[in-house]
């Protein structure tokens, strides 16, 4: 019975303990993201309407476009994600790294072709965050396969793999 009694108070001095350490950071100047999730964009803070710089596609829709070579596919997941799996002909463009890749990537960008993202599913805002960065660049014709990978995969369409075309 001695060890069940001390198992129970090393519950509650650990609860306890876990209570004041968080409360303890709530009140830090810049306290740890435990509770928050991570927004790259401060605008969307702000209740912006990303849709505005895209528009939706279907993946019948991509699949002809990118086989007629009308269009060039972005990904915009991390290079590790791109890595392990990527739609054919996609060119990995990580949100994150927008700014340094975006002057190697825009001879590929012109107007002759459209330009589709895609990210990991419905979920995922990384590709309406590179759409709304290229409609600042000034390209127009954005789309966004807002199924991404995930949908891909399911209906069992090719991959690549590791290597394809990234910068």
């Known amino acids: ?16 303990g876990a209570v004041i350490a968080m409360a303890y950071n709530q009140f830090q100047e810049s306290p740890l993201p435990i509770f928050t999730t991570y927004n ?15 528009i939706e596609m279907d993946v019948e829709t991509l699949r002809d476009m990118v086989e007629a070579e009308m269009a060039v596919l ?10 392990q799996g990527h739609i054919p002909k996609a060119i990995n463009l990580p949100i994150g790294e927008f700014k340094q890749l975006y002057d190697k990537i825009s001879p ?3 107007e002759d072709k459209a330009i589709i993202i895609y990210c990991i599913g419905v979920h995922c805002i990384d ?9 600042q ?11 991404g990978i995930e949908e891909w995969r399911e209906l069992g369409y090719p991959i690549e793999g590791e290597g394809g075309t990234s910068l």
């Not at 590709?127 to 409609?135: C, G, M, N, R, T």
């Open 40 to 54: 790259p964009d401060p605008a969307l803070e702000a209740g912006e309407d990303l849709s505005v710089y895209y």
């Open 74 to 83: 972005l990904d915009a997941r991390t290079r590790e994600h791109y890595n």
């Open 1 to 16: 019975m001695k060890i069940t009694n001390l198992w129970i108070q090393i519950g509650i001095i650990v609860i306890f």
């Open 127 to 135: 590709s309406s965050l590179l759409a709304k960065e290229l409609h």
């Open 137 to 147: 660049k000034g390209h127009r014709e954005i789309f966004v396969y807002k199924s």
């Open 108 to 110: 590929l960008l012109t």
